[in-house]
């Protein structure tokens, strides 16, 4: 058994659920809950505590964590998990083979009791110990929690989140990404939640047919455009993706929005002028009965000093979406995601003063 205590790189530093709370040292968070346990880690059954930094992840399907005899491409993954270290780890003897956006990660299906807590779940997680692509992002995180509304792997018959609903751990299959004003810090919410950790309305999209999603959490958007242009694009089937940063959409539109903040091409990245940021258009995502908005001051990096650079690019062709919802957006918004209802709802920022 090992206990799987977890974070969100970057900017998610909090696991609660109705019965549990994991939270970071965020002065903010420990007022939110009820317990503070100081950090993320995993900790395996009479060894000492081992820490790993997860990716929460709406795009895919299933946890993993790299194998302690992983290759050298994955060297630089700080954390790793040891079966031989776990009393009740069973290899299903199953091969895993995960496509991510730009990578490919290979190793076998386990199954083990995860504890939160006080609380135990058992449910089938990637060992992994190859992986061939883009590793770079693998300097921040250890792995990931697959969050999809399915299970896309073949001869599983449930998520992560199945088992927490089957083994008592939450009443409902829903999540909710919770983000302080700012996009900073946040929390993540497993089960139901309450006003007072969402105290906005919450403004829900319908999920589009699984024959149409593949599985992902996937809406229609009527319209996307920004401020003062003649160029609009409607009924966009649109993924919802905490795995990825930033957000893409169809190539004529961002094309023509970028000649409108004046970027520029150098070495096959865009750079804007930092300086002409409060004068450029805010981006508008419009659904059948509200819109989320997308200012130039989130939609724009600075990398340094005087260097800036955008925050979407354009959609590849030929993927069975238009465009996708990342979380340079995200952040910014609270999103649930309601697999029981099948739909994904949206709400402000909290403002973090409790």
Not at 88 to 98: D, L, V
Not at 101 to 115: E, F, M, R, S, T
Not at 293 to 301: G, K, Q
């Amino acid at each position: 058994m090992f206990v799987f205590y977890l974070i969100y790189f970057v900017c998610l530093n909090s696991i609660d659920t109705n019965a549990v709370n994991v939270t970071s040292n965020s002065p903010w968070l420990r007022r939110v809950a009820r317990e503070n346990v100081g950090k993320a880690a995993i900790e395996l059954l009479l060894f000492e505590p081992e820490y790993f930094r997860l990716l929460f992840d709406t795009g895919s399907s299933i946890i993993w964590v790299s194998d302690e005899r992983r290759s050298t491409e994955l060297s630089m993954i700080k954390n790793a998990y040891d079966p031989n270290d776990s009393k009740t780890y069973i290899n299903t003897g199953r091969e895993f083979t995960g496509t991510y956006g730009n990578y490919v990660a290979k190793g076998h299906v386990a199954i083990d009791l995860v504890k939160i807590q006080s609380f135990k779940l058992s449910t089938h997680f990637a060992v992994v110990n190859n992986v061939q692509g883009h590793t770079n992002p693998f300097h921040l995180f250890d792995g990931l929690f697959g969050l999809a509304p399915v299970q896309f792997l073949s001869r599983l018959d449930s998520t992560s989140l199945d088992d927490m609903v089957t083994q008592g751990l939450i009443s409902r299959h829903i999540f909710s990404f919770v983000f302080r004003r700012g996009g900073a810090d946040g929390k993540i919410i497993f089960g139901e939640f309450s006003e007072k950790d969402i105290p906005e309305e919450v403004k829900y999209v319908p999920l589009l047919d699984t024959s149409v999603t593949g599985g992902h959490w996937m809406i229609l958007t009527s319209m996307v455009l920004y401020e003062n242009a003649f160029d609009w694009l409607t009924q966009l089937r649109t993924v919802v993706d905490t795995g990825t940063v930033k957000v893409l959409m169809p190539a004529p539109l961002v094309q023509s929005l970028l000649t409108r903040i004046w970027a520029q091409l150098r070495n096959n990245e865009y750079y804007v002028p930092c300086d002409a940021i409060a004068a450029m258009p805010m981006l508008i995502f419009q659904f059948e009965y509200f819109k989320l908005t997308w200012e130039p001051r989130h939609y724009i990096l600075q990398i340094s000093r005087g260097v800036c650079q955008p925050r979407f690019r354009a959609m590849t062709p030929g993927l069975p979406y238009d465009m996708l919802l990342g979380m340079a957006l995200l952040r910014h918004y609270t999103t649930v995601f309601d697999v029981t209802d099948r739909r994904v709802g949206f709400a402000g920022p909290v403002d973090g003063s409790e």
